[in-house]
């Protein structure tokens, strides 16, 4: 019987970094190994029952993720995943901005394949690694029957793509799902499922077609910003934001979104003149609960970084998205 496909594709990160020094955890440049050098590193990846096939899409430090890649990513996801053979995909991506890839990518594909997101906290040189065995837990988890959904894996946890979020600055086990918790485990290879895959909303496919189109044609990206509602907050980033011709602004809110009132009312003004405007919280865990008479929509329950991609889709998705 013909073994099923895993596509390994490369983006860079730390999975991918070297140091001069085996004991230097951070003063290392990411993104210096190809793909192909990532899976040799893993002798147990070509005694797996799947056939690897790798292609390097991106080599660059995750912190400096654009709009060009994502663009490139999501039109080669939906390429392998359209192949019956493909089983399903694993991308190695820096830690840093993983999650919002994550959710780019299950917003627009929400794919009925699992499609692994892995990164590593130190580089390849590592005297002790966490990349390869990141590597060979996200082909396993590809690999399990039923798996679907964009997902990511590190130090041996599962995540959901609308869940994952880095909150540690260099420890292995770097990501969290917040209250939801943890999609799995893998244990030795296997998998310990903790709840149900992440489901892709109806309609989605079609919509993420659109998407993708327009992404090709409407070479420019509409501007969606982040600001921050602190202590001491006034307007004047968000009028220079709106003068600027923003299209849209997330706010992380303290606590349940709540705002400045200098804030606020520079984004209720932005919204006013036709700036989409979305609630987010700054708070890690926990989700903004709206009421009724909320002026300004809450994100869903997304972080600021992840909402502020879903108001990106919606903008282009928009026909009246700028050409
Ligand atoms: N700056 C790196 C990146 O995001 C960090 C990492 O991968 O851990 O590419």
Redesign the pocket.
Known sequence: MDRKKIVVLGT????A?TAASASDHLGYT??QLGVVQLVAAVPALAAGPWELLTEQLAQ?????MDFDIWARLVRRVSHHLAQADVQGMVIT??????EETAWFLQALLGPDKPVVLT???RPATALAPDGPQNLLDAVAVASHPGACGVLAVCAGVVHGAREVQKVHTYRLD?FSSGDAGPLAYVENGGLRLLRNWPAAPAGQAQTAMKNIANLGEKRRWPRVDIVLSHAGADGAVVRALVADGVRGLVVAGTGNGSLHHALESALLQAQAAGVKVVRATRCLEGRVLSSPDDALADSQGLSPVKARISLLLELLAASDAPA
């Open positions: 860079g990160g730390t999975i970094g990411a993104a660059v430090d995750s912190k400096d991506h820096g830690t840093d901005t993983l990164c590593a906290m770097a």
